[in-house]
């Protein structure tokens, strides 16, 4: 992580399964502060932008060398900017950042960091969506959550056909105990104990929920693939 911040992914890093990961060293964490390699007197790390405009710019020599450091410390890293700017994140594509084993974060601060540095530094520009954040820190612990997921035992996962499926689709109704609180039943379903009708009836659920509420997410290739799922299933039931 490059940033001015290191004390924001503080919590991230004591806390659930992302405090889990990080302590097992199952995911290593790293700072470097452009602060350390400020070399005026007063430390500072930011400048005007030429041209002038309201705000002010991350100074480019502290963040230049701190980059370059961590570049030499990991060799064969993608460094990462984030920003509003970014190709747009989805799961799709953290499915890919999961497979990088080195990454160096560039967390923006201010109005942002100077073209230069993006130009000669920077291999991948994602954002996490289209809003603007005060800084990059917030939008690297969301990816970096994203992934601490699927770190193999961390989270229990799906079958892998119908992970990969499920991963474009809403999720179905969930329920715990009891069976009747306030007045409302849990449905008779989930408590006959028959696994493949309740698995028709998750992905009949998760397709529904998804026409109602996200139909972007849905074509007809996806259709095509649900039927293929619950033909499986079908076939299942009857051997
Ligand atoms: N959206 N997705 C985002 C962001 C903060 C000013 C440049 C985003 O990823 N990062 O809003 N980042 C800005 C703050 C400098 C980065």
Same mark, same amino acid.
């Given at each position: 992580?490059?940033?001015?911040?290191?004390?924001?992914?503080?919590?991230?890093?004591?806390?659930?399964?992302?405090?889990?990961?990080?302590?097992?060293?199952?995911?290593?964490?790293?700072?470097?502060?452009?602060?350390?390699?400020?070399?005026?007197?007063?430390?500072?790390?930011?400048?005007?932008?030429?041209?002038?405009?309201?705000?002010? #710019?991350? *100074?480019?020599?502290?963040? /230049? +060398? =701190?980059? $370059?450091?961590? @570049?030499?410390? #990991?060799? *064969?890293?993608?460094?990462? /900017? +984030? =920003?509003? $700017?970014?190709? @747009?994140?989805?799961?799709?594509?953290?499915?890919?950042?999961?497979?990088?084993?080195?990454?160096?974060?560039?967390?923006?601060?201010?109005?942002?960091?100077?073209?230069?540095?993006?130009?000669?530094?920077?291999?991948?520009?994602?954002?996490?969506?289209?809003?603007?954040?005060?800084?990059?820190?917030?939008?690297?612990?969301?990816?970096?959550?994203?992934?601490?997921?699927?770190?193999?035992?961390?989270?229990?996962?799906?079958?892998?056909?119908?992970?990969?499926?499920?991963?474009?689709?809403?999720?179905?109704?969930?329920?715990?105990?009891?069976?009747?609180?306030?007045?409302?039943?849990?449905?008779?379903?989930?408590?006959?104990?028959?696994?493949?009708?309740?698995?028709?009836?998750?992905?009949?659920?998760?397709?529904?929920?998804?026409?109602?509420?996200?139909?972007?997410?849905?074509?007809?290739?996806?259709?095509?693939?649900?039927?293929?799922?619950?033909?499986?299933?079908?076939?299942?039931?009857?051997?």
């Amino acid at each position: 992580m490059v940033t001015i911040f290191p004390e924001m992914f503080y919590a991230f890093s004591n806390y659930g399964i992302t405090g889990k990961a990080i302590q097992k060293k199952i995911i290593n964490l790293n700072y470097l502060n452009p602060r350390d390699f400020s070399e005026n007197k007063y430390k500072s790390i930011d400048d005007r932008p030429y041209g002038g405009g309201p705000g002010m #710019l991350m *100074s480019v020599k502290p963040l /230049y +060398l =701190s980059i $370059q450091h961590a @570049k030499s410390l #990991l060799k *064969s890293a993608t460094v990462i /900017y +984030l =920003s509003p $700017q970014g190709k @747009k994140l989805n799961q799709n594509n953290i499915f890919k950042l999961i497979k990088k084993k080195e990454i160096i974060f560039v967390c923006g601060r201010y109005e942002g960091i100077d073209e230069r540095i993006i130009d000669s530094l920077i291999d991948e520009e994602w954002s996490i969506g289209d809003y603007i954040l005060t800084g990059g820190e917030l939008a690297a612990m969301v990816i970096i959550d994203s992934i601490a997921r699927f770190i193999p035992g961390v989270v229990k996962t799906k079958s892998v056909e119908e992970e990969s499926f499920y991963n474009d689709l809403l999720d179905y109704p969930n329920y715990t105990r009891p069976k009747t609180i306030y007045n409302m039943k849990v449905p008779d379903i989930l408590l006959s104990g028959n696994h493949n009708k309740i698995r028709l009836w998750r992905l009949q659920k998760s397709l529904e929920k998804t026409l109602k509420k996200r139909p972007d997410l849905l074509d007809g290739k996806k259709l095509k693939k649900a039927e293929q799922i619950i033909l499986n299933i079908v076939k299942k039931n009857k051997k």
